[in-house]
Nanobody, 126 residues
């Protein structure tokens, strides 16, 4: 069974930065594609970013492209989301999620992911 634990959320002013971490345990991390999603109050959970199990591919939602960067450290079983130039619209609970990796495929749909963390709150406000 996979466990995912997010950390690094908090309150930040507009224009600021945060780095989220997601620690993975239970199975072989290097075989899992890792996604980041977020859910703002009253809204559906939406895709933010994904990084492939083999580190060869990443993909971002248009709303965060150029501001966020996803990475992973397979030696530490951890995936990161560096968030820069934060805006109030980025306020949400951020979730990491895991799905078994497939060659040439980057999963971006919430329904494709099997394992989810509990989420970490990010608030962007002055």
């Amino acid at each position: 069974q996979v466990q995912l634990i997010e950390s690094g959320g908090g309150l930040v002013q507009p224009g600021g930065s945060l780095r989220l971490s997601c620690a993975f345990s239970g199975l072989e991390f290097s075989t899992y594609t890792m996604g980041w999603f977020r859910q703002a109050p009253g809204k559906e959970r939406e895709f933010v970013s994904v990084i492939a199990w083999n580190l060869r591919n990443t993909y971002y939602a248009d709303s965060v492209k150029g501001r966020f960067a996803v990475s992973r450290d397979n030696a530490r079983n951890t995936v990161y989301l560096q968030m820069n130039s934060l805006k109030p619209d980025d306020t949400a609970v951020y979730y990491c999620a895991a799905v078994l990796g497939r060659v040439g495929v980057l999963q971006v749909l919430r329904s494709e992911y099997l394992y989810w963390g509990q989420g970490t709150q990010v608030t962007v406000s002055s």
